[in-house]
């Protein structure tokens, strides 16, 4: 197993952002080009969607040509026809008689409360970020979908700290590779797999300090906070070069939540709007062990939540954990 720098790894992947800092939104394209298998989990009880009925098994289209992740909660659902008319000029597309019809999934996170809630990814922004797109390592943090996002809100909004987007990948060996991108605007904190600690929490309003989400909402002394519902979710694409079916790409979807959990706890809580897409690209020939693919899965999902987090900067009055541990 070899580390790598993210999504854009996986070979018929690219990926493109849209960063509004003045507005504090903005929205992130995962293109495939020449098609993928698609699937998609949703787990957050308070989700916004696009297009996602098209992935389950049951359901004729097999193809998927990107995914959309946005803010601007559910206005920011229409970023996607701006993907739509992208990939359209660009004669991409499921083939539907003489028409070319691109089929682009999207999910939404709120981040209206941050700065503005006026401004919104629109279909113009969603074009953007295609044109921005690129299959070279992307830049993380306070960008894209991620760019008003924000964490560890189980004591309340005012004291949680900033979210982002990260992307983290794994070569498992032989060409197979599989990588994950998530945008992380989750009630819960987040928290190291690998070590347990503590990598975002609410702040403690006496010493600045962050606190433990998971053992603060299950102490005998937990007060509960308004949590406005609706407001809050981690959203993503896991992606593998391997040959899928729709069923395994779906399985893909679902296994990938494993490592959400992993890294954001308490997760999909009632408040949140937790999704991930599972899109298999096909570039690599040979048949692969899928149970490989998905333990891969959720390790990706897990570092590249880890890594939104470490890696964004303070917006709109919201620190980053990087300032409150310089000013620590």
Do not use: W
């Not at 690219?14 to 293109?31: F, P, Q």
């Not at 008003?148 to 909004?157: D, I, L, R």
């Not at 102490?219 to 391997?242: C, L, M, R, Y």
């Not at 149970?291 to 939104?308: E, F, P, T, Y």
Request: negative net charge.
């Amino acid at each position: 197993m070899i580390y790598s720098g993210g999504i854009t790894d996986v070979e018929g992947v690219k990926v493109g952002h849209r960063t509004n800092l003045e507005a504090a939104t903005g929205c992130t394209v995962v293109l495939f080009e020449d098609g993928a298998v698609g699937g998609v989990d949703v787990r957050g009880p308070s989700p916004g969607t696009r297009e996602t009925d098209l992935l389950r098994p049951t359901y004729n289209v097999n193809v998927v040509h990107a995914v959309l992740l946005s803010g601007g909660s559910a206005f920011g659902l229409d970023a996607a026809g701006g993907v739509v008319r992208y990939l359209e000029e660009h004669g991409i597309g499921y083939q539907a008689g003489d028409v070319k019809v691109p089929i682009v999934p999207a999910a939404i996170l709120y981040d209206l409360r941050m700065i503005t809630n006026k401004i919104r990814p629109g279909a113009e922004d969603g074009y953007a970020a295609c044109v921005n797109a690129t299959g070279e390592p992307i830049t993380e943090g306070t960008v894209g979908a991620g760019t008003g996002a924000t964490v560890g809100k189980v004591m309340g909004y005012d004291r949680g700290v900033k979210g982002g987007i990260g992307t983290s990948g794994i070569h498992l060996g032989d060409g197979l590779m599989v990588g994950a991108i998530t945008a992380v605007n989750a009630i819960g904190g987040v928290y190291d797999h690998r070590t347990g600690a503590v990598v975002a929490g609410p702040r403690d309003p006496k010493s600045g300090q962050m606190q433990d989400s998971l053992a603060l909402m299950t102490s005998p002394d937990f007060k509960k906070p308004v949590i406005e519902q609706g407001t809050n979710t981690t959203i993503g694409v896991v992606a593998t070069n391997a040959r899928l079916t729709k069923e395994q790409a779906n399985k893909l979807a679902s296994s990938s939540h494993d490592g959400l959990a992993m890294a954001v706890r308490p997760a999909h809580l009632m408040g949140d709007g937790d999704v991930l897409f599972g899109i298999a690209t096909g570039k690599h020939g040979p048949e692969v062990e899928l149970n490989r693919i998905l333990a891969a899965a959720a390790v990706c999902v897990s570092d590249a939540i880890v890594k939104a987090i470490r890696s964004a900067t303070g917006l709109g009055g919201v620190p980053s954990i990087t300032e409150l541990s310089l000013n620590g």
